[in-house]
């Protein structure tokens, strides 16, 4: 009985100096606030939304980064007016045939119209144009060297037979200016990515380092002589050809955001037989005129080789920069008028 009452008092002294001890401890520090450690946010920016890059504009859907491009031949005489789908196009060159007439090769790439034409035969000039894009070549057929020279050229060719039910012929106009091309349905036929860029554009705010123009004529000889006035309202430049506005099929006038001017030299053609078989030099340097948001920046054109587009470069050796949306570029001879009207 004695032991364990001993032992009773040991636990009760122990039990106290416990408590003491914890209460010692507790009133003699600070007590301590333990912070979870912050979560570290980031702001993501949304991305951008893809840019066309035959046009610079934004392209959503992303649909021309998944196909090449196609290109058509075009008729450009008054026979074959008005045309279909042109005003389409993201680029358009117009190149000089025999005779002087100028012909077009409309590219297509961010839409897809169900009918472009007339199609018209292809020429010599053609596999410089088409060359650094690759894609699908559109033509009605052409004298054997011209075909052969597009058969050096890394496209997939489509003329009146293989093209099969991608063309048709509207029988209520004459031929031959009445072939047209499905352009919409032509896209399946490559599987080279997305052209590259002809162009650089600039931001939308970003002025123009040239002087102010309200038109340009480019002297295309045969009566071809091409006009472009600039239309503040629309900021776009437009088209006159055979002395009236140039409207397509949709009635709406031709009026591109950018009109480029490339003096080129003709070369190869049989002068007696009115030039015939004259090809554009497109590789090389020259004079270029770039006509844009109401201004016009002199420079020139500059490719050393045939699989690149070329530069346009201003009097310093910087880009011209373009307004985005689509450009036609006009190929006079180097004998030929630009004139400008401030």
């Known amino acids: 009985?004695?032991?364990?009452?001993?032992?009773?008092?040991?636990?009760?002294?122990?039990?106290?100096?416990?408590?003491?001890f914890l209460v010692v401890r507790g009133g003699g520090s600070k007590q301590v606030s333990v912070s979870k450690p912050k979560t570290a946010t980031t702001t993501t920016r949304p991305a951008p939304p893809p840019v066309a890059p035959l046009t610079g504009l934004a392209d959503p859907g992303g649909a021309s980064r998944k196909r090449c491009a196609v290109t058509v031949k075009i008729d450009n005489t008054q026979a074959g007016h008005p045309k279909y789908?042109?005003?389409?196009?993201?680029?358009?060159?117009?190149?000089?045939?025999?005779?002087?007439?100028?012909?077009?090769?409309?590219?297509?790439?961010?839409?897809?119209?169900?009918?472009?034409?007339?199609?018209?035969?292809?020429r010599k000039t053609d596999q410089s144009i088409v060359w650094p894009i690759r894609g699908v070549f559109v033509y009605s057929g052409g004298a054997p060297y011209a075909i052969a020279s597009i058969s050096t050229a890394p496209v997939v060719q489509l003329d009146e037979t293989r093209a099969g039910s991608m063309m048709f012929r509207d029988h209520s106009r004459y031929a031959p200016w009445n072939l047209y091309a499905h352009v919409d349905q032509m896209y399946a036929q490559c599987k080279d990515p997305a052209p590259p860029p002809l162009f650089t554009y600039r931001a939308a705010a970003a002025p123009v380092p040239g002087s102010p123009a309200a038109s340009v004529r480019v002297g295309f000889?045969?009566?071809?002589?091409?006009?472009?006035?600039?239309?503040?309202?629309?900021?776009?430049?437009?088209?006159?050809?055979?002395?009236?506005?140039?409207?397509?099929?949709?009635?709406?006038q031709l009026a591109p955001k950018n009109v480029v001017v490339m003096v080129v030299p003709y070369v190869g053609g049989d002068p007696n037989h009115a030039n015939l078989g004259a090809e554009a030099e497109l590789t090389g340097t020259g004079t270029a005129y770039v006509f844009t948001a109401g201004q016009v920046v002199k420079g020139t054109w500059s490719r050393p080789d045939k699989s690149r587009p070329a530069q346009l470069l201003d009097a310093a050796g910087a880009p011209i920069r373009l307004t985005p949306g689509p450009t036609w570029v006009e190929l006079p001879d180097v004998g030929y008028p630009v004139s400008i009207t401030p």
Do not use: C, H
């Open 221 to 252: 000889l045969a009566g071809f002589a091409v006009t472009w006035n600039w239309d503040p309202a629309s900021g776009t430049w437009k088209r006159f050809i055979f002395g009236a506005p140039e409207i397509s099929a949709a009635g709406t």
């Open 85 to 122: 789908g042109i005003e389409q196009a993201d680029v358009v060159y117009e190149e000089v045939v025999e005779g002087g007439i100028t012909r077009l090769a409309a590219i297509f790439n961010s839409q897809a119209p169900d009918r472009v034409g007339p199609v018209r035969s292809v």
């Open 1 to 20: 009985m004695k032991q364990r009452a001993i032992a009773l008092g040991a636990l009760l002294v122990a039990i106290v100096i416990g408590v003491v």
